[in-house]
């Protein structure tokens, strides 16, 4: 790809360039946004270059990387505009299907979805990947090369993406530490002591399943002697609810990514309304 344009200037741009640059990434690496203040601030940390007019950024792309929220999606695209070239489109926008991208932004454009993790900015953000089915085979390989420049790749199909992105946040991590470690402090650790204990439970013991190939069952039998304070603290977690706030949790999330599917459809409605057949007379 030889020019790589990020329309969004946010989060997860940020991270996404922060990854690319440690990886040494060789494209030419260019973002729009309509705050200059983000642009100036992510020319001067990741030396990229920007763009103010979108229509200037979007004839340079090679490759789109739309990074934009699910509300604002629709309206980006009207702007765009019907393009006449081939462009390679990558949208992390969540729960916003390609059907819904294609019919916005069709032909010569190819789709995908992307959901990268903010860990990407060290290298080692997991990325979920869904093309469209006319997405072309040596064009996908240099998708999933950008994205394994900043951690794994999975591909997975797109009707499980919405619950790929609810479940797979870093988010999930940084809270549980955050309330594990509190927990800790309470009965009398110090913070630092308290991080690193929770820090230890939560990083090192995945980290031990992850390199493994021991059964994640057998590991939870091992770490949690029957009778012991491990089990003992297992079985009240359990019996507080613990599994069923998870799937709630997970289940308001997925609500809310579908809920961004419905409301990008209807902007688009709003937008693009359709046009009444007049009956003759």
């Known amino acids: 790809m030889r020019t790589t344009v990020f329309l969004g200037g946010g989060r997860i741009t940020a991270a996404l360039l922060a990854g690319l640059r440690l990886a040494k990434y060789p494209a030419r690496l260019v973002v729009y946004d309509h705050h200059p203040g983000k642009l100036r601030e992510l020319k001067r940390v990741y030396g990229v270059l920007t763009e103010r007019v979108l229509k200037r950024a979007v004839a340079e792309a090679d490759l789109l990387i ?45 789709w995908a979805r992307a959901m990268p993790s903010p860990v990407c900015r060290s290298g080692k953000g997991l990325t979920a990947l869904s093309f469209a089915r006319d997405f072309p085979l040596a064009t996908q390989r240099q998708v999933r090369s950008l994205f394994a420049r900043v951690g794994p790749v999975l591909e997975i199909p797109e009707k499980q993406f ?24 309470k009965l009398g650790l110090d913070r630092k002591t308290a991080l690193v204990a929770a820090a230890h439970a939560l990083a090192d013991g995945i980290a031990a399943w992850r390199e493994g190939d021991i059964l994640l069952g057998a590991l939870l039998h091992e770490a949690a002697t029957p009778g012991g304070i491990a089990a003992t603290v297992m079985k009240s977690m359990e019996r507080g609810g613990y599994n069923k706030v998870v799937a709630r949790g997970l289940s308001a999330g997925l609500s809310l990514a579908r809920k961004n599917a419905e409301r990008a459809q209807a902007s688009a409605e709003n ?10 007379r």
């Open 66 to 110: 739309i990074a934009v929220r699910p509300g604002s999606i629709s309206g980006l695209l009207q702007e765009i505009g019907q393009l006449r070239r081939p462009v390679i489109a990558v949208s992390l926008a969540a729960g916003v299907p390609l059907s819904f991208l294609r019919r916005r932004l069709g032909p010569p454009v190819r």
């Open 162 to 185: 919405d619950v790929f992105t609810v479940t797979y946040s870093c988010s999930h991590g940084y809270h549980a530490l955050a309330n594990l470690a509190a927990a800790a402090e």
């Open 271 to 280: 937008r693009f309304p359709s046009r009444k057949r007049r009956t003759p």
